[in-house]
């Protein structure tokens, strides 16, 4: 009976169809609207299917995992990541990642979060400098933030942790990128004790998937460019934007 089984799995290991099935490895984050990550790590978002697709049309699937940004950063730089969503551009990360897309265009607001008794209300960029902010690691904030040696940073390794330390008064300040995220995980911490600054940063980024340089499928980038960008032209993108009821990205001229 064993040596049936065994022989059963051997043939479907071995069978044409079975190994000649294209994967991309592919990281995934919480990051709602565009990107969910729902119980027992289910999947869901337009990035999602919009790049599956995309994945689809030069026959290649994608096995997703879950994983904080910093890991697949890294991934992307050694090679065993193939593809990861919701990347901005920047001169660092130019040296191992291809950009894909973009497929639109996208106003972003970075924000501030302090605690509700805080004392000086933060009404400038210059405000932050008698401040300790605390920061994601290995995450794109805007100019002259990144690189301001004036200003004390504490490092997090995600947006849970972000909500936790300024609840422990770990820093008085936190940047905040991903708002959606940054209030749910508040919310499930029952944190209520924070307020948003009137200072905030606005600006406007192309939405971009990261493809590693250095993935034994860096070679398809070209191909898997052209669909993507084909897609963003013929309104593809918007049409599985609308899908999930999120708002699309702008598509310039």
Known sequence: MKACILVSILCIWFTPGWSQIKVFKGDFRHRPPQMVVGEDDHF???????????????????????????????????????????FIRNAEREAFAHYLGPIGMQVR??????????????????????LTVGVKRKTAYFSPFK????????????????????Q?????????????AFEEHANKLQYTD?????????????????MSKISKHAHLYPQLQ???LDMTKSGRVTEIYKKFGVKPPVQEP
Not at 195 to 207: A, F, I, L, R
């Open 226 to 228: 052209q669909v993507l």
């Open 109 to 130: 607001k970075t924000v501030f979060v302090t605690q509700k008794k805080q004392g000086s209300p933060i009404t400038r960029y210059e405000d932050l400098y008698p």
């Open 168 to 180: 422990r008064r770990r820093f008085e300040i936190a940047i905040v990128i991903d708002v959606p």
């Open 147 to 166: 690189d301001d040696i004036k200003i004390t940073k504490h490092e997090v390794v995600d947006d849970e942790m972000l909500v936790r330390m300024l």
């Open 44 to 86: 869901s978002g337009p990035l999602k299917d919009i790049i599956e697709e995309a994945a689809a049309q030069i026959g290649y699937k994608i096995r997703w995992r879950s994983a904080p940004f910093a890991r697949s950063l890294k991934g992307l730089q050694t090679g065993i990541v193939d593809i990861v969503p919701r």
């Open 194 to 210: 924070w307020q948003y600054t009137p200072y905030q940063h606005v600006q406007k980024q192309g939405n971009y998937f990261g």
